[in-house]
């Protein structure tokens, strides 16, 4: 198929196809996973052969290479041997970035004690992300169990907490989606109206709130269904919706990670990097190329990042203070100078289908068409391989 260019700034030839042939890539890849190297557990048909492209003869990686997913359900390490066997090379945990693992940067909040909420290891999954003392929602439907009301079968009129000695709530962490979601969106909300300790309804609604992390926004995200599902952005939709139709009010989130929010880049930005070093590539690298299937997530997170690059190249100061707002600490400022996004047709995005268009997250609009549209359209992974080593003159 032909591939569709869209240039997103005039500047942009600048950083792209204008290099000679070289062994040391000046670039580097960021892939998304589902949608882009699987659909559910099955591995898409392009990709054996597409990253047979990227293996040196020593059969690691030759180019800087770093996954970026919104999947927040699983450890780095667990990920990365997914990889491995789905890609046919060895990916190493450091490689793997899933939506929470910007988390580990917000050091102001590990020490709070805080509501876990998610699937798969969430316990783990904090504990690696620095936080040290958490509650599930199952610990506090176990103190609360009047609270605990959706389903007849299991409603107990005893008030809590249970134990004398349970903490107040602190904070609310989410990874991804529950499983089910009436009890998480009911317990939570009653965190947020009682400063954390849900004993009764208080005189004045606490506002702000306590604080509140959220990863992964996708709306929709691509498994074997042939339908896309629901993504953990649904849920904090209906979170969202549930607050503000209780209080009137707007949910704050104390920090939103997970593509698209420009920090998951610059801290994939930083991965990308250490790779280069670790493959050893020590010059800097110049561009960046996000590939993925989901133009909400992917492409608006690329081009948003890709943005704030242009800006830093006219504006020292941005660098660091945008990053560091919301961080609320000290951070390097990035060198790399543009973040081009790839979009692939083998997930969430189909061609000439309104399926999935406008629901762009609440905290980044209004939107900017530009940041929309993808600098180019491919078929499939192996394709946008090509696409990037043609750009780069590499070979």
Same mark, same amino acid.
């Given at each position: 198929m032909a591939i569709i260019k869209i240039l997103l700034r005039p500047d942009i030839t600048r950083f792209t196809g204008v290099r000679h042939l070289s062994s040391k890539p000046k670039f580097g890849l960021l892939f998304d996973i589902d949608g882009v190297i699987v659909r559910g557990k099955n591995v898409l048909p392009p990709v054996p052969?597409? @990253?047979?492209? %990227?293996?040196?003869?020593?059969? &690691?990686? =030759?180019? *800087?290479?770093?996954?970026?997913?919104?999947?927040?359900?699983?450890?780095?390490?667990?990920?990365?041997?997914?990889?491995?066997?789905?890609?046919?090379?060895?990916?190493?945990?450091?490689?793997?970035?899933?939506?929470?693992?910007?988390?580990?940067?917000?050091?102001?909040?590990?020490?709070?004690?805080?509501?876990?909420?998610?699937?798969?290891?969430?316990?783990?999954?904090?504990?690696?992300?620095?936080?040290?003392?958490?509650?599930?929602?199952?610990?506090?439907?176990?103190? @609360?169990?009047? %609270?605990?009301?959706?389903?007849? &079968?299991? =409603?107990? *009129?005893?008030?809590?907490?249970?134990?004398?000695?349970?903490?107040?709530?602190?904070?609310?962490?989410?990874f991804s989606e529950p499983v089910s979601w009436e009890t998480p969106l009911q317990l939570m909300v009653d965190l947020l109206l009682t400063n954390g300790m849900p004993v009764g309804v208080l005189a004045d609604i606490p506002y702000p709130h306590i604080p509140v992390l959220a990863c992964n926004m996708d709306l929709l995200w691509v498994s074997e269904a042939p339908i896309p599902r629901y993504g953990h952005g649904a849920f904090l939709l209906c979170l969202e919706s549930l607050y503000k139709k209780i209080t009137g009010k707007d949910l704050i989130y104390s920090a939103l990670v997970g593509k698209p929010n420009e920090v998951t880049y610059y801290h994939a930005n930083y991965m990308l990097h250490e790779h280069a070093k670790s493959i050893g590539i020590n010059h800097n690298i110049d561009t960046i190329y996000a590939i993925g299937d989901n133009i909400n997530t992917d492409i608006f997170g690329a081009n948003l990042y890709d943005k704030y690059l242009s800006y830093c190249a006219k504006d020292e100061v941005l660098k660091v203070d945008k990053i560091k707002k919301l961080l609320g600490k000290d951070v390097k400022p990035p060198s790399t100078k543009a973040c081009i996004s790839i979009l692939v047709e083998t997930g969430v995005h189909q061609r000439d289908s309104n399926f999935t268009s406008e629901h762009s997250p609440r905290d980044f609009l209004p939107v900017d068409d530009s940041l929309c549209k993808p600098a180019f359209v491919v078929e499939h992974v192996g394709e946008a391989i090509g696409l990037a080593f043609k750009e780069e003159k590499f070979d």
């Open positions: 052969e597409a @990253f047979k492209q %990227l293996q040196g003869k020593d059969g &690691k990686f =030759r180019v *800087p290479t770093v996954f970026v997913t919104n999947s927040g359900n699983a450890l780095r390490s667990q990920k990365a041997a997914d990889l491995t066997k789905w890609i046919g090379m060895e990916v190493k945990e450091s490689q793997v970035i899933m939506a929470h693992s910007p988390l580990k940067l917000f050091e102001h909040f590990h020490d709070k004690q805080v509501l876990i909420s998610g699937q798969g290891p969430i316990r783990e999954i904090a504990k690696e992300l620095g936080f040290q003392k958490t509650i599930t929602i199952q610990e506090l439907v176990k103190n @609360f169990p009047s %609270l605990d009301y959706v389903n007849m &079968k299991k =409603r107990n *009129p005893l008030c809590g907490p249970v134990d004398p000695n349970f903490p107040t709530i602190e904070g609310i962490v989410l």
